[in-house]
Each structure stands twice: as C-alpha cells, then as structure tokens.
C-alpha cells in the first residue's frame, strides 16, 4: 500500500540521484516484527515506546536516522517532559526511500505535508505524525537540508541522546537552537529551550532567555 496525500493529490515523487541507496537491508522478517507492534499502538500521541520502536523499525531496514525537535529535545535532556504529537528525524536523501518503505509498512501511510525535498511530514490511521528533514551528507559527518528558499541548512553528525533509558541518536543543542530561530517562537518552544538551557547550558538568543 502506497501514501494516500490528505489533500487527494499524488503525493510528490522521491528526489534523488537517480542511483539506488546502498544500504543493508534487513530480511523480511525484522521488519515485520518492529511494524506489528506499531500497529498495535492505539494511542492519539507518540511515547516513548513509539519512538524507539520507529527507531528500531528504520535501523532494521538499514537507513540512519536522528532524532531532532521536541523529542530531540528531551533526548538531551535525558527524560520526557512533555506530551508529543510527532516524531521529527534526520534521514539521508539517498535512504528516504528506504524510509518511506518501512514507515508505509507501519501504517504511516497518509501524507500531511509533501514539501520535498526539505521535508515530508506523514501519519497513521492514529493521528500519529512523522516528519521528515532529508540531507545530503552521511551520519558519520551530517549533512545540508535544502530550504525552500535555496538556502543550505547544516546538520552536525549526531551526538547520543536518552529517550526511555535508551541511548538514541539525536541533533546537537546548538542546532536545536538554530532549528527554532527565523519565526515567532510558541510557549512551547520557549518551555523548550528554557529546558534545553538549563540541562546543557546551550546559549539562548536574547528573545528566548527567561525574564528575570
């Protein structure tokens, strides 16, 4: 079963290079495990269980992911301290299709936002959101984002977060920062950083250090 786009248009063709990713793909059998127990999730949210089991879901069909906004978030700071409607993570553009694959296979089948190559946002039947920023680069070195603008976005290699006790790959803080400059911050991105702050001491732009 293909992406159904929520707007009833054909969702966008993959960008790539025209070659095939290389990657190790995993048998059959290792994915289907990780995706049956997805589909057994019910709740309206993702949790942590969610999160690691998309991790291991991806990790099995041989694509390199990082974990980036608000659980990107929590990963640094090593617990959960919110509720979470999605899950946004780094992955190669030359693996989206890989990707897309295992996801499609998990029941995350509906397109929410199809804005490729900076971006593919996609759900299940649950209301549980995935958002995808493709790069150009590897795991080992990170890579650019391209931004509907023409602009370049730097992604580091990933540092190790904590999501559930478990070591995760996840953005860096400072790029955290970096990732919610250039629009009007929510209460929720100030909560964030404010956070985010407080554990690692990465530096704030004025607009987001607390009032005193």
Known sequence: MGFVDRTGEPGR??????QQPVVNRAEPSDISVATDRLRCQSALVLNESDVLEVLDL????????????????DALIGETTRIHSDLDLVVLSDQLDVVRDALVE???T???????????AVADSAGREIDLHPIVGSSREGGQQLLPGGEWFHYPAPVTGTIGGRQVPCVDATTQVQCHLGYEATDKDRQDMARLHTVTGVELPWDYMPTP
């Open 13 to 18: 063709a993959l960008v790539g290079t025209g």
């Open 58 to 73: 991806l990790k099995s069909a041989g694509a390199a992911v990082w974990v980036d906004g608000g659980w990107g978030v």
């Open 106 to 108: 998990a029941g995350f």
């Open 110 to 120: 509906e397109v929410l936002r199809d804005w490729l190559p900076t971006g593919l």
